[in-house]
């Protein structure tokens, strides 16, 4: 599976983006998929996660209630809607595929990763 992200810029602070994750392969269905960020100078950190049906989601408490991860499988792709953006949430955003059924916060967990997309909110 290669992933391709998609959707970041330059947001105000209280704008909104949506990232994408595109795949490639037609067992993408079958994947679950978490978002990931590195912020400049930090550990990269876990975000948000879906499972391969697209019926469970986990957030991280930082972004919890501001943002909807949600999966098109017909178009093999896994979205990320983020709103209220804030300074803080700064960093390049990854996504990763899991081909298990694991769609928790390790990384180690995930087998493809995407190249990631720099996502800057300026205060």
């Known amino acids: 599976v290669q992933l391709q992200a998609s959707g970041g810029g330059l947001v105000q602070a209280g704008g909104s983006l949506r990232l994408s994750c595109a795949a490639s392969?037609?067992?993408?269905?079958?994947?679950?998929v978490g978002w990931f960020r590195q912020a400049p100078g930090k550990e990269r950190r876990f975000v948000s996660s879906i499972n391969w049906s697209g019926t469970d989601t986990y957030y991280t408490d930082s972004v919890k209630g501001r943002s909807t991860i949600s999966r098109d499988n017909a178009k093999n792709t896994v979205y990320l809607r983020m709103n209220s953006l804030k300074p803080e949430d700064t960093a390049i955003y990854y996504c990763a595929a899991s081909s298990s059924l694991y769609y928790g916060s390790i990384e180690s967990r995930y087998d493809y990763w995407g190249q990631g997309t720099q996502v800057t909110v300026s205060s």
């Open positions: 392969g037609r067992t993408f269905s079958s994947y679950a």
